[in-house]
């Protein structure tokens, strides 16, 4: 059993995918705020981070 094999999604698809994770994203933080409170500044920073290396992987593939 492969539990990893390629699939490939839609634009629609991925909308679906990025507004279920905020909505997760949402109700996490607006229920959980105080144990997150002190790690903002590291999700800043990891947050940050990945865009931007999802920025540069994006210009080197065109």
């Known amino acids: 059993m492969n539990i990893f094999r390629d699939h490939v999604l839609t634009w629609w698809q991925v909308g ?33 981070a990945t865009g931007v290396y999802l920025a540069a992987a994006w210009m080197m593939k065109r």
Do not use: D, T
């Open 16 to 48: 679906i995918v990025k507004l279920c994770l905020l909505s997760i994203g949402i109700a996490v933080g607006a229920q959980w705020h105080e144990v997150f409170a002190p790690y903002v500044m590291v999700l800043v920073v990891v947050g940050i």
